[in-house]
């Protein structure tokens, strides 16, 4: 099998029901897709305390644990590897939403969500969230 990969991701969830969708930027890959903020779970490290790194690094924002809930996962095959991919919703967080690392961040209604090319493994992961929101 290919090697698996952990990573960690956070649908951000703001007071209209609307979700923190964040474009990869350019020179990554799969630059220009729509992403959920999240990251590599580094080794001796829970998914949670990464996401709460990586949301701190990417969206200048402070997560606690407990705002962390588990919704569902990603279970995908790419060329290079085999994403398996936790995904959290949150719907308190602390200061202010900032774009650091993405080219932009966009507040999208679960219905318009498909307007945003996602990453593959992602797609499946879009019924869970209207499901959750409608
Ligand atoms: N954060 C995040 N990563 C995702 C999503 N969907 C998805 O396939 N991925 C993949 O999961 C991996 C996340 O790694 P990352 O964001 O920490 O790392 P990266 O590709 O930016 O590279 P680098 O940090 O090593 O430079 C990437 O391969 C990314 O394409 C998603 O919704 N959010």
Redesign the pocket.
């Known amino acids: 099998m290919k090697k698996l990969?952990l990573?960690a991701?956070c649908a951000l969830i703001d007071a209209d029901g609307r979700i923190l969708l964040a474009q990869?930027p350019e020179g990554?890959?799969?630059a220009g897709l729509w992403?959920?903020?999240?990251?590599?779970v580094e080794a001796g490290e829970t998914p949670e305390a990464s996401l709460i790194r990586e949301i701190a690094e990417e969206l200048g924002i402070a997560v606690k644990e407990a705002c962390l809930a588990p919704l569902t996962f990603?279970s995908?095959t790419?060329t290079d590897f085999h994403?398996l991919?936790p995904l959290y919703v949150c719907r308190r967080w602390d200061g202010v939403v900032t774009q650091r690392e993405h080219a932009a961040l966009r507040w999208v209604r679960p219905q318009a969500m498909r307007d945003y090319p996602?990453?593959?493994?992602?797609i499946p992961l879009i019924a869970h969230l209207q499901e959750l929101l409608r």
């Open positions: 990969l990573v991701a990869r990554k890959a799969m992403e959920f903020p999240g990251g590599k990603a995908h790419y994403l991919m996602m990453p593959e493994a992602d």
